[in-house]
């Protein structure tokens, strides 16, 4: 469950790592024979979304390991090293680009620009509402198509930087279709089907961790999602890594973003 659930806070964007090793993990005195090492829980680091670079002197006192900025409202990625590890947000509020190719060129000059000074790109925003996807209905599969090309393109520059999909918004199961999606009803699109659709298309190939934003909404963070109408529960997030799971990208984190 560690492995999946990267964040305990609303808004915060995450990344697995390695602490200090453990006591069994280091050298026994003489004459004692070492055991085996304990294996290492992930260590998650903690962000907060901070839109712009200006903000950030407002969340310095909270000693956090990451900030979240925005090309919608930065425009740009950093052009310094920041004293923050930085998710930027790649701007999908349009929709599907009008030239694929086009924009797969800005966003390599993108990551160009960013080498060096962020270490993350998210590929949009709850994808799965219409209102950030230029009021138009939900479409997974024009996504996977976008976020193809973001991949490629960043890693063409930059491979190590980590792509992380669009955080989906929890909406809840949605009854009916539109344009030939199920749990969809053309304002938003059910998040766990939305996410399934992704993975059949193969977008497993083009993100390096899969981004959700697992809000608690009236719930205690404790609570058993499935006991919950909706799944509307931090835990909600167990659902989509389950998800994951059927389609081989357990070991894909998930960031919560």
Same mark, same amino acid.
């Given at each position: 469950?560690?492995?999946?659930?990267?964040?305990?806070?609303?808004?915060?964007?995450?990344?697995?790592?390695?602490?200090?090793?453990?006591?069994?993990?280091?050298?026994?005195?003489?004459?004692?024979?070492?055991?085996?090492?304990?294996?290492?829980?992930?260590?998650?680091?903690?962000?907060?979304?901070?839109?712009?670079?200006?903000?950030?002197?407002?969340?310095?006192?909270?000693?956090?390991?990451?900030?979240?900025?925005?090309?919608?409202?930065?425009?740009?990625?950093?052009?310094?090293?920041?004293?923050?590890?930085?998710?930027?947000?790649? &701007?999908?509020? !349009? =929709?599907?680009?009008?030239?694929?190719? #086009?924009?797969? /060129?800005?966003? $390599?000059? @993108?990551?160009?620009? +960013?080498?060096?000074?962020?270490?993350?790109?998210?590929?949009?925003?709850?994808?799965?509402?219409?209102?950030?996807?230029?009021?138009?209905?939900?479409?997974?599969?024009?996504?996977?198509?976008?976020?193809?090309?973001?991949?490629?393109?960043?890693?063409?520059?930059?491979?190590?930087?980590?792509?992380?999909?669009?955080?989906?918004?929890?909406?809840?199961?949605?009854?009916?279709?539109? &344009?030939?999606? !199920? =749990?969809?009803?053309?304002?938003?699109? #059910?998040?766990? /089907?939305?996410? $399934?659709? @992704?993975?059949?298309? +193969?977008?497993?190939?083009?993100?390096?961790?899969?981004?959700?934003?697992?809000?608690?909404?009236?719930?205690?963070?404790?609570?058993?999602?499935?006991?919950?109408?909706?799944?509307?529960?931090?835990?909600?997030?167990?659902?989509?890594?389950?998800?994951?799971?059927?389609?081989?990208?357990?070991?894909?984190?998930?960031?919560?973003?």
């Amino acid at each position: 469950m560690c492995a999946a659930i990267v964040a305990a806070l609303l808004g915060v964007a995450c990344v697995l790592g390695m602490g200090a090793q453990p006591p069994s993990a280091r050298a026994a005195p003489p004459g004692q024979t070492t055991p085996p090492p304990t294996p290492l829980p992930p260590h998650l680091g903690y962000g907060i979304n901070v839109r712009m670079e200006s903000n950030i002197p407002l969340v310095a006192p909270l000693g956090l390991d990451w900030i979240k900025l925005w090309e919608e409202y930065e425009g740009e990625p950093p052009t310094e090293r920041l004293d923050y590890q930085v998710l930027f947000v790649v &701007n999908l509020k !349009s =929709g599907m680009p009008p030239d694929l190719d #086009d924009w797969g /060129e800005d966003i $390599r000059s @993108m990551a160009k620009d +960013g080498k060096g000074f962020v270490e993350a790109y998210e590929i949009g925003n709850e994808p799965n509402v219409a209102s950030f996807w230029n009021n138009q209905p939900p479409d997974p599969g024009k996504y996977v198509e976008v976020l193809k090309v973001a991949y490629e393109q960043i890693k063409a520059v930059d491979p190590d930087a980590i792509v992380v999909s669009a955080g989906l918004a929890p909406v809840g199961r949605i009854e009916g279709s539109c &344009n030939g999606w !199920s =749990g969809n009803n053309c304002e938003a699109m #059910d998040e766990q /089907e939305y996410a $399934r659709q @992704m993975f059949l298309l +193969g977008a497993g190939d083009y993100f390096d961790a899969f981004g959700y934003h697992p809000y608690g909404y009236a719930y205690e963070p404790e609570i058993d999602a499935h006991t919950v109408s909706n799944t509307f529960a931090f835990r909600g997030v167990e659902i989509m890594h389950d998800l994951l799971e059927e389609r081989n990208l357990g070991h894909k984190p998930i960031w919560a973003t």
